[in-house]
T-cell receptor, first 113, second 115 residues
Framework: AQSVTQPDIHITVSEGASLELRCNYS??????LFWYVQSPGQGLQLLLK??????LVQGIKGFEAEFKRSQSSFNLRKPSVHWSDAAEYFC???????????FGTGTKLQVIP | DAGVIQSPRHEVTEMGQEVTLRCKPISGHNSLFWYRQTMMRGLELLIY????????DSGMPEDRFSAKMPNASFSTLKIQPSEPRDSAVYFC?????????????FGDGTRLSIL
């Protein structure tokens, strides 16, 4: 079975600073990887996904993530954070032929002026 | 396009009462998922359906919980009798189905408080 770990529960960054949120997965074959964002009072929204091919994937809202098989990681990055990026971010892993997706415990992002 | 629609958005009721949460998936989506989110346990998958058939209900915590999907456009999650520890945000999500590479589309959730 697949699993995913988000080591950082809470991160604070200054507006305009760069951001990297960590995600490590465990799965024997090539995983399907996702990043979602959850704003207060709302459901999860897909930011980006990786299935195969180019290991650097671009998503919405200026986010990108890089799949590194050797490190079993799929870290989310943004070059310059905006106050509106304050939210909770979830990494998730799926597998071929398997509908269930395993979500990480989430990282809460706080953005300070 | 209409997303996943959940109702009610908020529900406050007394313990022992029956609670019914409703979900309308995105039209054309063949898979539907029910999740529960709490501070302590994070996001937990309760049950999911494929083509209206329950595939995996191993996450349903107790017999007090039941879920149905009578047709492709409607699903319910019922708790009877409800208990204070059932207080959480319940999310419904859907996707086209067909494999693990399909992202899920989430509704805005039902915030349930059991007094």
């Amino acid at each position: 079975a697949q699993s995913v770990t988000q080591p950082d529960i809470h991160i604070t960054v200054s507006e305009g600073a760069s951001l990297e949120l960590r995600c490590n997965y465990s799965y024997g074959a090539t995983p399907y990887l996702f990043w979602y964002v959850q704003s207060p009072g709302q459901g999860l929204q897909l930011l980006l996904k990786y299935f195969s091919g180019d290991t650097l994937v671009q998503g919405i809202k200026g986010f990108e993530a890089e799949f590194k098989r050797s490190q079993s990681s799929f870290n989310l990055r943004k070059p310059s954070v905006h106050w509106s990026d304050a939210a909770e971010y979830f990494c998730a892993v799926g597998a071929e032929g398997y509908q269930k997706v395993t979500f990480g415990t989430g990282t809460k992002l706080q953005v300070i002026p | 396009d209409a997303g996943v629609i959940q109702s009610p958005r908020h529900e406050v009721t007394e313990m022992g009462q029956e609670v019914t949460l409703r979900c309308k998936p995105i039209s054309g989506h063949n898979s539907l998922f029910w999740y529960r989110q709490t501070m302590m346990r994070g996001l937990e998958l309760l049950i999911y359906f494929n083509n209206n058939v329950p595939i995996d209900d191993s996450g349903m915590p107790e017999d007090r919980f039941s879920a149905k999907m009578p047709n492709a456009s409607f699903s319910t999650l019922k708790i009877q009798p409800s208990e204070p520890r059932d207080s959480a945000v319940y999310f419904c999500a859907s996707n086209p189905g067909g494999g693990g590479n399909q992202p899920q589309h989430f509704g805005d959730g039902t915030r349930l408080s059991i007094l």
